[in-house]
């Protein structure tokens, strides 16, 4: 069982295959805290501390461990929830109610039932324990049954404790074309504080937390949270004066009032969490896992070619089709078509809006290209930007009231354009329209939604920071289900979208306009710590490279490119014969491991040379893979031992080298490992391995 309950204490044990996460009620009707790591089988060794007070000035509130502190009373803490009712009280006292279990069959639910002891507002704390994944998932709904408006200005999803102090939190940094740069900091007095206030991009930090004990990729404590939202998130963690470390995430409270009217319920975005005693590759695996499982689509990615570096704007249907000849040549699976294709665009400043083909780029209309993209036997994809309006289009001259905006105020442009208000049923309606419409006309496999600025001057309505990407969501889904079989590519200005909210409801993610193949090994590298290889789209574009201006190698670019998703952005017309063939080859031998790369296991390797090697193993089943690269070498430094993991210590193993075959226990292969050497820069090589 993965809901343990001991009724007499009121103490909930959740158990996963590995660990156990414990909380009870106390006498005062308080939901605290009990435990959360390795797993304790025995529910009635857990008992119900006694509340006491160290002072005055550290009332007991301070120091009780609560699993979801409200804001009130003597409590000075970081709070989850903090309300105004009607009669503009801004305290929430709650008092248990009682418990549900919802067994399902991938998981079991416990609903602890929490109402305010005056008004009634009702407050669901919900628990999914997924066993075999050792995961949990954590959300809270909030139910106004009372006659009046409840405004709700804060609403975190859940608080976690972790019992220690002197501990280590990694989460990302960065900005435009620098997305995915991992950080490591110690966590001391003071709050750190993560966040999101611009509506749609994750660009700076990402809706996630890492806490570890000096952990390594295969050893150590690590407990670890993703939240499932786009856009404006909040995470805080903090080590107390009590001798333990918290951490919090959810809506960010920036700007932010929801009402909640009489007779609604509000879901708050869910926490997917575990714990891991092995590092972080195990919470990796964990969390790959269950994204593979219950999250994205079934199917494998197909190959994308993308036509952006090679015409930019300057599109037409003539240029497209001899590009999808070559695409289909050098054996890409999907055309994709980008911005440029519709309105008057030829530029960044006009089209976005009017969604229709425009006339002189395509004077037979769209179909002409989709026919001849799907003789070939090509998938075909196309690229919108359906949130945003140029001030030129025909659509902000007819509905200058459909953008967020202050009536007295000059309202912003950031990239030439305009935000619409998805909050509003007409622009909602209006978007899933535009793209029904689109996907019924035309045979169309891949939308490539694209978002490429900030939202500012949101009228007078607070809660427009969640609804909005709320609004994006459910019309994916809605096109989804007359659409089925349409992959949708998440991008916001590169790598804005990556988080586990809308993960699931898009496809894949584009992972950074920064496509230099040497950045993206440490891009790619910080994203597999918390998301799944097959939603990284990974591409290989042509040198110099447009942003770091640095020249690589296409066999570099192309490994470096396959360790996710595959795509090309090159201008393949200009290819040489010899660039021609590399890429048949590259995209030939990516087709055969493709299986092991998007659905298998990766880990990252250890370095154990003095030379900055990166190395990266790939495991599904049977059959492995192993990327070497090295980006520069040094002086008398040239060769790597490379240890495996994942293996059966007396399972024999062939690897495949590059000039001869050796075959080794799975034992010799993780202990002792064996040498790889590379010279010169951007050398790289892939080696594959199977079971003897």
Known sequence: ????????????????????????????????????GNRIDAVEDFEMPVLTEVSTNDPVFEITREEFPVYGSLRYKEHCLKVTFADSTREVVYDYVNYEVNKQEHYDELIINLKDRHYDLLIQLHYKVYESYDLMERFVV????????????????????IPYTGMNFTNVHGHWGAEQQRFVQKISYGKIVIENRRGISSHN????????????????????????????????????????????????????????????????????????????????????????????????????????????????????????????????ELFVVDDGWFAERHGIDNGLGDWYVNEHKFPNGLEELVSEVKSLG?????????????????????????????????????????????????????I?????????DYDIDYIK???????????????????????VYDIVKELKKKHPNVLFEACASGGGRIDYGILGIFDDFWTSDNTDAYDRLFIQDTYSYIYPIKAMRAWVTDCPNFLSNRIIPMKFRYHSAMMGTLGIGCNILKFTEEETALSKEMIEQYKEIREIVQEGDIYRLENSSSNDYFIYEYKKGEEGLIFVFLPQGKIGHSSVTVRLRGLSENTDYILKLEDREIKKSGGFLMNHGFDVCLTGDYASTVIKFKNA
């Open 142 to 161: 909030l139910q106004n049954s009372s006659g009046e408006t409840i405004e709700v200005e804060k609403l975190h999803s859940g608080q976690f404790h």
């Open 449 to 471: 939604w694209d978002a490429n600025r900030p939202i500012s001057q949101t009228n007078t309505q607070r809660d427009i920071w969640y609804r909005h990407i709320e609004a």
């Open 1 to 36: 069982m993965s809901v343990i309950i001991q009724e007499s204490q009121k103490v909930f044990l959740l158990q996963t295959k590995s660990n156990s996460y414990a909380f009870g009620i106390d006498d005062q009707g308080l939901v605290r805290h009990l435990y959360w």
């Open 432 to 440: 899933y329209n535009m793209l029904d419409n689109l996907l019924s």
């Open 205 to 332: 930090h990402n809706p996630y937390f890492i806490i570890d004990r000096d952990a390594t990729e295969t050893s150590g404590d690590v407990y670890f949270g993703a939240l499932r939202m786009s856009g404006n998130f909040s995470g805080v963690v903090e080590q107390t004066q009590y001798g333990e470390t918290l951490v919090q995430m959810g809506l960010n409270s920036h700007d932010f009032k929801l009402d909640l009217k009489s007779g609604e319920s509000f879901t708050s975005p869910a926490i997917i969490c575990g714990y891991s005693s092995n590092g972080f590759g195990q919470m990796s695996h964990n969390l790959h896992s269950f994204a593979n499982d219950f999250i994205l689509r079934k199917g494998l990615r197909p190959v994308l070619y993308n036509s952006w570096e090679a015409t930019g704007f300057e599109v037409t249907c003539t240029e497209q089709m001899k590009l999808a000849r070559k695409a289909k040549e050098i054996g890409a």
């Open 378 to 430: 090509l998938m075909f994809g196309i690229w919108v930007e359906p949130e945003m309006v140029n001030p030129k289009a025909k659509l902000y001259a007819e509905h200058p009231d459909w953008i967020y905006h202050f009536d007295t105020r000059e309202s912003d442009t950031s990239r030439g354009q305009y935000v619409l208000d998805l909050t509003k049923d007409e622009v909602k309606q209006y």
